[in-house]
């Protein structure tokens, strides 16, 4: 582990200095979130699914329902486009960022 470069990080307007290590260098680099792939953004279990394979749906539109905690979360849409797989099925229990629906 090589942890001779420094780097300067700026939080809330204060300066801080840190090494930047890579104690895993096999593990990829973090990339943007595809929006072809909408995750699971807490664990729960799946209640309705609103769309099915081949639907065409807007940006904002419910997907699903992901209940947690009591809770009804809608998981919506983040891109406009045709659904090309959905993942689970009603009462399935999911975890955190696990692959619920694909687009095409």
Known sequence: MDCNEYKMLYVNGQEYRTRMCRKYPDVPKWDRDNPKMVLAFIPGTI?????????????????????????????RAPIDGKIKK???????????NQLLVEYE
């Open 47 to 75: 209640g309705n699914i609103n769309v099915k394979v081949g639907d065409t749906v807007k940006k904002g539109q419910t997907l699903l329902i992901l209940e947690a905690m009591k809770m009804r979360n809608r998981v």
């Open 86 to 96: 959905i993942y689970v099925n009603p009462n399935d229990i999911v975890t955190k």
